[in-house]
C-alpha cells in the first residue's frame, strides 16, 4: 500500500521548494526593479540639473549677447541720431525766416568743397526751398562759378585778407587738420567782416562744420554711402560767366600734379609723370595747371623744358586761381591730375577726367562718393588710375 504520510510530505516538501524559488525570484525582480527606478530618478535628476543649466547658461549667454547687440546699435545709432537732429536744427535755424544766409566761410581743401560742400548746399537749399536771393557764398580763389544756383552774391576772403595773412592765419587755424569742425577764430572774424560789407543787420549762417559733423562717419567707413547720399544733390557746374583768359591752344589736354597724401613726392613719381606729361604732348597740346602759389600744404609738380606744354602759372592769381583752373579744365578735351582737389571737379564741368595715386587708403569713401554722383548727372567720364600700375606698364623712358 502507498506510503500516505510519506507521499504527503514530500508533495509539502516540493510545494515549498517552488514557493521559495518563487519568492527567491520575487525579491531578485524586485530589486532589480528598485535600481531600475532609483536609476531613473537619478538619471532624471542629472537631467534636470543639465537643463537647468544649460537654461541658465543660454539665458545668461543670450543676456549677453543682446546686451552687447543693442550696446553696439546704442554706440552707432544713438550718436548718429543725435548729430542729425542737432544738426538738422541748425540748419533750420539758419533757414528759417528771410535774413540773408552765410554759407561758409569755406577755409578747408578744394576737394571736399567740389565733391561735399558745394553737393550739400544744393540739397540745403532745395530742401528748406531758400532762393538764391538769400544766399551769399564765402570762399576763395574766384570760385563764385561753383556756387551758381545756391547764392546770387559771393564774398572773396582774398579780398578781405592779403593772400601771405590769410594762408598763415588758415595754417594756425588747422593745428594738423584742415576740417572745420566748429567754428574757430578765424570764422567768427571773417564772418563780421562779411556782415560789414553787406551792411550789417540780422545774418544767419550755414557753416562748413554742420556738414563735417554729418558726414564724418561716411568718411570713416562708419555710415552709408546712402546717409551720405541723403544730403547731397549733385549737379553739372555750368560758369555763366567765365574769367578773362589769354589765347588757349586748340583741343588741348589739361594737367595738373601735386602732392597729397594720396601721391607722395617721389623722384619716381616725379620721372614717370613727367614721361607722361611728354607722351600726351606729343599727340596735343598740354596746359599745366601748376599755380605757384603757396596757398596750401601741396606743391605742384612743375615740368619745364618739355615742347609743346604752356604753364598756366603766369595767368593766376590767389584771388582768381582756382576759378582760372575752372575755366580752363571746362574747355580742355579731357583733365589728367592728382586724385583730389580739382580731379573731383573736372567730370562736374563735363571733361573726361583721368586722376591717379598711388596709395588710395584715404581715397576709398570719395572714390565711391564721387563714381555715384558723377552717375547721377551729365558728368564728363571718370577714371581713377593706380600709379603703381603705370609704373609696370613704363619700359625704360616709353610708357607702353
Not at 544744393?122 to 528748406?128: E, H, I, L, S, T
Not at 562779411?194 to 551792411?199: A, N, T
Not at 544733390?233 to 586748340?250: C, F, R, S
Request: net charge positive; aromatic share 10%; proline share 4%.
Amino acid at each position: 500500500m502507498p506510503n500516505i504520510p510519506l507521499a504527503t510530505q514530500n508533495l509539502a516538501r516540493v510545494a515549498q521548494n517552488r514557493l521559495a524559488k518563487l519568492h527567491r525570484q520575487s525579491q531578485k525582480y524586485s530589486g532589480r526593479t528598485t535600481k531600475l527606478v532609483r536609476d531613473t530618478l537619478k538619471d532624471g535628476r542629472i537631467g534636470l540639473r543639465r537643463a537647468a543649466r544649460a537654461a541658465t547658461t543660454g539665458t545668461y549667454v543670450g543676456a549677453v549677447r543682446f546686451t552687447r547687440y543693442w550696446k553696439k546699435v546704442n554706440e552707432r545709432t544713438w550718436p548718429r541720431l543725435t548729430t542729425d537732429v542737432s544738426v538738422r536744427l541748425d540748419l533750420w535755424r539758419a533757414a528759417r525766416g528771410s535774413a540773408p544766409i552765410v554759407v561758409g566761410p569755406w577755409l578747408s581743401e578744394v576737394g571736399y568743397e567740389v565733391l561735399y560742400w558745394v553737393p550739400f548746399l544744393r540739397w540745403f537749399v532745395d530742401y528748406y526751398r531758400i532762393p538764391s536771393s538769400r544766399v551769399i557764398a564765402v570762399s576763395r580763389g574766384g570760385v563764385s562759378a561753383w556756387y551758381a544756383g545756391i547764392a546770387d552774391r559771393y564774398v572773396e576772403l582774398l579780398d578781405l585778407y592779403p593772400a601771405d595773412e590769410f594762408a598763415a592765419r588758415n595754417r594756425a587755424r588747422q593745428q594738423g587738420d584742415q576740417k572745420q569742425k566748429g567754428v574757430a577764430a578765424l570764422d567768427e572774424e571773417i564772418l563780421a567782416k562779411v556782415r560789414e560789407r553787406i551792411g550789417g543787420g540780422d545774418l544767419h549762417v550755414c557753416h562748413p562744420s554742420m556738414m563735417f559733423r554729418l558726414l564724418r562717419q561716411f568718411w570713416l567707413g562708419n555710415e552709408s554711402l546712402d546717409h551720405a547720399l541723403s544730403y547731397l544733390h549733385y549737379e553739372t557746374i555750368v560758369p555763366a560767366q567765365a574769367p578773362a583768359l589769354p589765347q588757349l591752344p586748340d583741343d588741348y589736354v589739361a594737367m595738373k600734379f601735386y602732392t597729397a597724401r594720396s601721391f607722395g613726392a617721389h623722384d619716381r613719381h616725379n620721372d614717370l609723370l613727367r614721361a607722361v606729361v611728354e607722351s600726351t604732348a606729343r599727340h596735343h597740346p598740354v596746359v599745366l595747371l601748376g599755380t605757384g602759389l603757396a596757398l596750401d600744404e601741396h606743391e605742384d609738380f612743375l615740368f619745364g623744358g618739355i615742347p609743346n606744354v604752356t604753364n598756366a602759372a603766369a595767368w593766376m592769381r590767389p584771388e582768381n586761381n582756382l576759378g582760372v583752373q575752372t575755366e580752363i579744365i571746362r574747355r580742355a578735351r579731357r583733365f589728367v591730375g592728382t586724385c583730389g582737389s580739382v580731379a573731383w571737379l573736372a567730370p562736374m564741368l563735363g571733361t573726361d577726367t583721368l586722376a591717379v595715386y598711388s596709395d588710395d587708403h584715404l581715397l576709398t569713401s570719395h572714390l565711391y562718393a564721387a563714381r555715384h554722383g558723377y552717375a547721377s548727372m551729365q558728368a564728363g567720364r571718370f577714371v581713377a588710375l593706380d600709379l603703381n600700375a603705370l609704373e609696370l606698364m613704363a619700359v625704360g623712358d616709353t610708357l607702353l
